[in-house]
């Protein structure tokens, strides 16, 4: 199947500062990534479609300012939470669809102290 | 609000019973998925169904689309302690590409 990696896998990061996450298809192509959010012990919830050459589509209650998304290239979507707080910790996760399915990357777990 | 439910949302039994996770919508889905996800990973594919009615079988794994395409079951033969996880069904809608999950179930199965 699919290959789908995030960059870092955990990060630690003070309160006020900025975090990006890197997401890549590593074997093929996406035109579009979608960046998930889950806290623990509940399900996925998507924040953002993420599309290539064009601005990213935000789901309703997600801060597109707070939330920033690049996808500058085919195989490369980043997530930016600028400002982070507390609350914004959490395990983030990025997908890209192959036809029918989408395949994960590993997740990224953010902690702001 | 939950687009996708399923239930129970946990679930622990014995090592050797039989279980059925279901999801269910009000929503028609051109596509439904079931994943499984162990702690601190992303969320792996099991299976994808499309077409209402469909059976699949993954080993011990049974699924089942509906006919409306609206929900869809999961049933495990003879669980086993390495079952154990957060097993989520996904679906699609026919006129967009994002996937919805569902609620989730977390499943324990004791030795």
């Known amino acids: 199947g699919a290959v789908v990696s995030q960059h870092p896998s955990w990060v630690i990061c003070k309160s006020g500062t900025s975090v990006k996450i890197e997401c890549r298809s590593l074997d093929f192509q996406a035109t579009t990534m979608f960046w998930y959010r889950q806290f623990p012990k509940q399900s996925l919830m998507l924040m953002a479609t993420s599309n290539e050459g064009s601005k990213a589509t935000y789901e309703q209650g997600v801060e597109k300012d707070k939330f920033l998304i690049n996808h500058a290239s085919l195989t490369l979507s980043t997530l930016t939470v600028t400002s982070a707080h507390p609350e914004d910790s959490s395990f983030y996760i990025c997908s890209a669809p192959v036809g029918f399915e989408q395949y994960f990357g590993p997740g990224t777990r953010l902690t702001v102290t | 609000t939950q687009l996708l439910e399923q239930s129970p949302q946990f679930l622990s039994i014995q090592e050797g019973e039989n279980l059925t996770v279901y999801c269910n919508s009000s929503?028609?889905?051109?596509?439904l998925q079931w994943y499984r996800q162990e702690p601190g990973e992303g969320p792996v594919l099991l299976v994808t169904?499309?077409?209402?009615?469909e059976v699949k079988k993954l080993k011990r794994l049974t699924f089942q689309f509906g006919d409306a395409r609206k929900d869809s079951s999961l049933h495990i033969t003879a669980a086993q302690p390495g079952d154990t996880g957060l097993y989520l069904c996904?679906?699609?809608?026919?006129?967009?590409?994002?996937?919805?999950f569902g609620s989730g179930t977390r499943l324990s199965i004791r030795p």
């Open positions: 169904v499309v077409t209402g009615g």
């Open positions: 996904a679906g699609r809608y026919s006129s967009a590409s994002k996937i919805i």
């Open positions: 929503s028609v889905f051109s596509s």
